[in-house]
């Protein structure tokens, strides 16, 4: 008989690296400027808001169109 572990494949899988976790956001952040978001406002945002708003960039850059007009 298996044990869990070796059934259940999905408790095997490796985890996320501090490392990579801190490159991920990096680049989600450049994303973010790359649309037009003021660098300053980006590097206050916490990394949940940054997924969110990197979720409709047409709307991040409309906003950002808006602000400079």
Do not use: F, I, W, Y
């Not at 991920?24 to 037009?36: I, M, T, W």
Request: with cysteine; aromatic share 0%; proline share 4%.
């Amino acid at each position: 008989m298996a044990s869990t572990q070796a059934r259940n494949q999905n408790r095997n899988r490796p985890t996320k690296s501090n490392s990579a976790r801190t490159k991920r956001q990096n680049d989600h952040k450049k994303r973010l400027v790359a649309l037009g978001m003021d660098e300053a406002t980006v590097a206050a945002m916490n990394p949940k808001d940054v997924r969110t708003k990197l979720k409709h960039p047409a709307k991040v850059a409309k906003e950002c169109a808006a602000k400079d007009s």
